[in-house]
């Protein structure tokens, strides 16, 4: 089934260790997105990619990373992980960046807990 | 400070009733759109609107983009169970999307 897979589905990580999210989708969309979802405060953008090579900074980019080495995969590092970072992470793609009917196909998350 | 304020963060309705959601902001769009997310998954989109003043209808689902593209509006016509979820509503602006703070829907059987 075409979609979007992330891994780990949760994850326990104890604060300043570091931590990869993984991302993969099949549909061979140009851009994707990682979000994180917080009660009260909706999706909010952490970084996106419009293209394979190419990332930018989304509305809450700080102790965050990506890369973009091909259209399928898109990582999301957290460096030295704090508290305030549990949340629950979602990636998304789009065929394309932008464009008023961009609709977004969204994985089934990561919970993570730092401690 | 988000960008999109939905209204109300909490509702929970008897089957049957029917109820509205706003998401507003101080800010113009140049689309809105509505997605629904059930627990562990991620949002589905619902529908998009381009158009201020635009409706569209999705069976009992009824969507409204505000005249000057700040805000739009969902009801929900004699809602059922089946209609439970968050319900979040996101504004295109600079090619991205920025997504509002939500709205938990519980109707009751």
């Known amino acids: 089934i075409a979609g979007i897979t992330q891994a780990p589905t949760s994850q326990i990580l104890a604060a300043g260790r570091r931590m990869t999210l993984r991302c993969t989708q099949d549909?061979?969309?140009?851009?994707m997105y990682w979000y994180r979802q917080d009660l009260g405060l909706g999706l909010r953008l952490i970084h996106y990619?419009?293209?394979?090579?190419?990332?930018g900074k989304g509305e809450v980019p700080d102790g965050y990373s990506v890369s973009r080495a091909n259209t399928d995969d898109f990582p999301l590092t957290l460096a030295s992980a704090v508290p305030s970072q549990t949340s629950v992470y979602f990636c998304?793609?789009?065929?394309?960046?932008?464009?008023?009917?961009?609709?977004?196909?969204f994985g089934p998350g990561t919970r993570l807990t730092v401690l | 400070t988000q960008l999109l304020e939905q209204s109300p963060q909490f509702l929970s309705i008897q089957e049957g009733e029917n109820l509205t959601v706003y998401c507003n902001s101080s800010?113009?769009?140049?689309?809105l759109q509505w997605y629904r997310q059930e627990p562990g998954e991620g949002p589905v989109l619902l529908v998009t609107?381009?158009?201020?003043?635009e409706v569209k209808k999705l069976k009992r689902l009824t969507f409204q983009f505000g005249d000057a593209r700040k805000d739009s509006s969902l009801h929900i016509t004699a809602a059922q169970p089946g209609d439970t979820g968050l319900y979040l509503c996101?504004?295109?602006?600079?090619?991205?999307?920025?997504f509002g703070t939500g709205t938990s829907l519980t109707v009751i059987p």
């Open positions: 998304a793609s789009s065929d394309e960046a932008g464009g008023p009917f961009n609709e977004q196909f």
């Open positions: 549909m061979r969309h140009n851009a």
């Open positions: 990619s419009n293209t394979a090579g190419t990332t």
């Open positions: 800010s113009v769009f140049s689309s």
């Open positions: 609107v381009v158009t201020g003043g």
């Open positions: 996101a504004g295109g602006r600079y090619n991205q999307f920025y």
